[in-house]
């Protein structure tokens, strides 16, 4: 009797002096992935506010790269100059496209950047590839959509000259960027959130993990 008395207080101090031995060494890891996450969310919040602010300095780069994808679908006779982006150089259909704020590319990444932000600073329990990964992949829609509205507009002015270019440019492009814009950011959250089944290995993970807590708290007591 006295044997198995002076037992279980030894192995429950050895238990405690386990679990006091290991909690600084994951504590540090979480503080580190929490501070990664922060930073990163920070320099998301800080591009926005870059791109908001230098748009007017980054437009004659997105005119280049601009003629340069039109070039791909159109071929020659596109050019760039300044903010304006030419089609049709050399022919009877030559239209000059000035990339001001709201046709630029600026005011879709903004955005998304503030929710890539968000979503790194707020959603802790997803994987922060996801949440990468969900960002970036809106960021390549968002600028793919803005192309395609460009596309639009030259091939409506090819076929209706200005009348087409003026639907294009107030209705159907707008519209099709706007639905594009909103299909990346569902996009975004989607793969940063995850489906079903990542979501259920998750919170099965944190169920797993307080039920094994419990058991060793009942333990601990069954052994006192």
Do not use: K
Not at 168 to 190: D, E, K, N, T
Request: proline fraction near 3%.
């Amino acid at each position: 009797m006295s044997t198995a008395s002076t037992t279980a207080p030894t192995a429950t101090s050895t238990a405690t002096s386990a679990a006091v031995a290991q909690a600084p060494t994951t504590a540090p890891g979480r503080r580190l992935t929490r501070a990664a996450r922060l930073g990163t969310a920070a320099a998301l919040a800080a591009a926005a506010g870059a791109l908001l602010l230098a748009w007017d300095a980054l437009t004659p780069a997105e005119s280049r790269w601009t003629a340069i994808a039109l070039r791909l679908v159109f071929g020659p006779g596109t050019g760039a100059a300044g903010d304006v982006v030419w089609t049709g150089i050399g022919t009877d259909r030559l239209l000059g496209m000035q990339l001001t704020m709201l046709c630029s590319t600026v005011v879709l990444l903004a955005p998304l950047c503030l929710l890539g932000a968000a979503l790194f600073a707020g959603l802790r329990r997803s994987p922060a590839w996801r949440i990468a990964a969900g960002t970036g992949a809106a960021l390549l829609v968002a600028t793919l959509a803005n192309q395609l509205r460009l596309a639009l507009l030259v091939v409506l002015w090819r076929w209706q000259g200005q009348s087409g270019f003026d639907l294009g440019h107030r209705y159907l492009g707008s519209i099709g960027v706007i639905i594009l814009f909103a299909v990346s950011m569902y996009l975004m959250v989607r793969i940063a959130i995850g489906g079903r089944r990542a979501r259920a290995r998750r919170t099965g993970g944190r169920r797993t993990g307080a039920t094994r807590t419990r058991e060793t708290d009942n333990t601990r007591m069954v052994d006192q």
